[in-house]
């Protein structure tokens, strides 16, 4: 079972800036990234990255903003978050899929197969 660990989440102003990591059991040629959910809403892909090809997918509403990067040695996702918006608000899970697939993209993350107990990120005014 693959399992996947988050960390970097918090409180900032808008504006400011954070850097969500997430640590995978296993880590191989697959796809991964980033989902979000914020109170009273459904779920929203983020970002996702093919760590085999190092393509990269984000969501519409955070291009340019968030960047997908990962170190292979240390098995671990980012995502840099800047110009953090008061609708970024919500919590947010780390995804990893068994391999690649036709829905390797932001809006594949939150159907992947494997999700980590996600992280608390609030940007307030």
């Known amino acids: 079972q693959v399992q996947l660990v988050e960390s970097g989440g918090g409180s900032v102003q808008a504006g400011g800036s954070l850097r969500l990591s997430c640590a995978i059991s296993?880590?191989?040629?697959?796809?991964m990234g980033w989902f979000r959910q914020a109170p009273g809403k459904e779920r929203e892909g983020v970002a996702a990255?093919?760590?085999?090809?190092?393509?990269?997918y984000y969501a519409d509403s955070v291009k340019g903003r968030f960047t997908l990067s990962q170190d292979n040695a240390k098995r671990t996702l980012y995502l840099q978050m800047n110009s953090l918006k008061l609708e970024d608000t919500a919590m947010y899970y780390c995804?990893?899929?068994?391999?690649?697939?036709?829905?390797?993209?932001?809006?594949?993350?939150?159907?992947?197969?494997?999700r980590g107990q996600g992280t608390q990120v609030t940007v307030s005014s």
């Open positions: 296993e880590y191989s040629s697959r796809c």
């Open positions: 995804a990893a899929d068994r391999g690649w697939s036709i829905a390797c993209d932001a809006a594949g993350t939150p159907d992947f197969a494997y």
């Open positions: 990255i093919y760590t085999g090809a190092g393509y990269t």
